[in-house]
Each structure stands twice: as C-alpha cells, then as structure tokens.
C-alpha cells in the first residue's frame, strides 16, 4: 500500500495556471502507474489523466487535453498536474491515485486503482 498526499490546490483564475503535486510514500513508486481524477460537487469521480510508470506514456481525457499536463518525478515520489488554461468547469475536488496492480479494466476506471489521496480543492473562477 502507497500513502499519497495532494498539495498545491486553491482558488485560480481561468485562463491562468496551476500546479497540483502528489507525494507518495513507498519505495516501490517507480513501479505504479499514477493517475489525476476530480469529482465536482453532485457529480461523480471522473477520470483526467493518467501516465505510465516510466512516464514514457500518458493519457488524458478529452476535456483537459491540451490544457493539463501530467508528469512524474520518480526519484521524488511525486507525480504532477499542471493545470493550464483552467476553465470554470474544472473546479473540483482532484485526488491523485495508484495503480499497484493491473486488474485490466483500463486507466480511466477507478477501479484499476488502489490507493487514494485526500483531495485537493481546486476552484476555477471566470
């Protein structure tokens, strides 16, 4: 099991940036996959991006591609969202995640993951 804790959320204008990072502990962090996922209030967890354990392959979904980055730093245990361009529709809650095993049901389903953040708020206004 992988502890993981989200930092860098908060209030950012649309059209600016923002940087959300995501310490794990654990010395087996080079060996998940990571991914970002957000919940807005009323509305489900949905996937929003996800990037492989070399960090040599990322996937995004349709609505942030383009905008948001995803990124890794194995020696630092930390994976990044760099958030660009936000848009009002943003505004979540985002939780990284760890992908510990290969359950085959694909990196945008939450039950492919294992481990959980905590959160962290982020609020777009326009």
């Known amino acids: 099991q992988v502890q993981l804790v989200e930092s860098g959320g908060g209030l950012v204008q649309a059209g600016g940036s923002l940087r959300l990072s995501c310490a794990a502990s654990?010395?087996?962090?080079?060996?998940?996959?990571m991914g970002w996922f957000r919940q807005a209030p009323g509305k489900e967890r949905e996937f929003v991006a996800a990037?492989?354990?070399?960090?040599?392959?990322?996937y995004y979904a349709d609505s942030v591609k383009g905008r948001f980055t995803i990124s890794r730093d194995n020696a630092k245990s930390t994976v990044y969202l760099q958030m660009n361009s936000p848009k009002p529709e943003d505004t979540a809650v985002y939780y990284c995640?760890?992908?510990?095993?290969?359950?085959?049901?694909?990196?945008?389903?939450?039950?492919?993951?294992?481990?959980w953040g905590q959160g962290t708020q982020v609020t777009v206004s326009s």
């Open positions: 995640a760890a992908a510990e095993f290969n359950y085959g049901l694909g990196l945008m389903e939450r039950d492919e993951y294992d481990d």
């Open positions: 654990g010395r087996t962090f080079s060996s998940y996959v």
């Open positions: 990037i492989s354990w070399s960090g040599g392959s990322t």
